[in-house]
C-alpha cells in the first residue's frame, strides 16, 4: 500500500524543458482521490515550486532546499538554519574556485553577490525572488541552504573542495552545475522522514523517484524507490528499481499509473 509518493522535480518529474509531463494533473488528482499525499522535492525554493503547482499547492508537500524547509498548506513543518559562523567559512572557500557563483537561500528570498550573465542565466530560472548583496557573509537571514553555481562541473570543480565537510554537512552534487550544502540533518530523506513521522507513515508504504546524486538519502528512506533511466549512475544502483520511460517522456506518471492500476 502507497500512502506517500515523493518526487524530485528536475530530471525527474519535468522534463529537459522543464514542462511537467501531459498527463500529470490527472494523475494528481487520481492520487487525492485515494488520499495518497504527494511530496515535491527538490533543491529549487519554495518559492520556485509552489509556483510550479499554483492550482493544488495547498495539497501538496514541499521538501525545498534539498529538504532543509518542509511546507503544507502554509504551515512550516520544518526549518533547518545554518550558522552565520557556518555560513562565513563555507563562502570563504568557494572564493578562490574558478567558475563558481554562490548562491544563500533563505526561505523566501535568495542572495547574490555576482551578476555574471553565464552565472545569472542558470541561477534566475530557479531564483526569481532574489536581492543582489555587497558580501553575501554579511546578511541577516535564516538561510537554509548555500547553493555553488559551478560552471565547470561541480563533481569534479568544487566538490572536492568541500568534500572534508561531510561528517559536519551535507554536501551534495545536485546537478551538472549545483553544488548544494545544507546541515548535517538538512536533507531530502530528513524531510521524507518528518513527513513520513507527522502521518503515521512509513518506509515501505512510501514510493520515491530521484535522479541525482541529492536524491540518493531520500531513495533509502523509501520501500518503493525509483531511479530515473536517465539517473546518476550511483542513484540507479542504490534505487531498488529504475523507471522503464526518462523524464522526458513521462517516466514518474507511467510508473505510478502502472503501480497503482490508475
Known amino acids: ?148 553555481c559551478d560552471l565547470a562541473g561541480s563533481e569534479t570543480n568544487s566538490y572536492p573542495f568541500y568534500q572534508q565537510f561531510e561528517s559536519d554537512f551535507k554536501v551534495a552534487v545536485a546537478g551538472q552545475i549545483w553544488l548544494d550544502i545544507t546541515n548535517i540533518d538538512g536533507s531530502k530523506g530528513t524531510a521524507i522522514k518528518t513527513i513520513q513521522n507527522r502521518l503515521g507513515i512509513s518506509p515501505n508504504e512510501t514510493l520515491v523517484f530521484g535522479d541525482y546524486l541529492n536524491d540518493m538519502d531520500m531513495i533509502q528512506q523509501a520501500g518503493f524507490s525509483y531511479a530515473m533511466k536517465n539517473a546518476h549512475p550511483k542513484i540507479i544502483e542504490a534505487a531498488k528499481f529504475i523507471t522503464e520511460l526518462d523524464n522526458n517522456h513521462g517516466g514518474v506518471t507511467h510508473t505510478i499509473k502502472k503501480l497503482l492500476h490508475l
Open 1 to 148: 500500500m502507497i500512502n506517500i509518493i515523493a518526487i524530485d522535480l528536475d530530471g525527474s518529474l519535468l522534463d529537459d524543458n522543464k514542462n511537467l509531463p501531459p498527463d500529470f494533473w490527472e494523475t494528481a488528482n487520481q492520487l487525492f482521490d485515494k488520499d495518497i499525499n504527494i511530496v515535491i522535492a527538490s533543491g529549487r525554493p519554495f518559492h520556485n515550486i509552489a509556483s510550479v503547482f499554483e492550482p493544488i499547492k495547498d495539497k501538496l508537500y514541499f521538501a525545498c532546499d534539498n529538504g532543509a524547509y518542509v511546507v503544507h498548506a502554509n504551515e512550516e513543518i520544518l526549518v533547518n538554519q545554518l550558522s552565520s559562523a557556518a555560513i562565513k567559512n563555507l563562502i570563504e572557500i568557494s572564493r578562490p574556485i574558478e567558475n563558481v557563483y554562490p548562491v544563500l537561500c533563505g526561505k523566501h528570498l535568495a542572495y547574490i553577490e555576482n551578476t555574471d550573465k553565464a552565472f545569472t542565466d542558470q541561477a534566475l530560472k530557479y531564483y526569481q525572488e532574489y536581492k543582489i548583496v555587497d558580501d553575501l557573509t554579511k546578511v541577516d537571514d535564516v538561510i537554509l541552504k548555500i547553493s555553488l
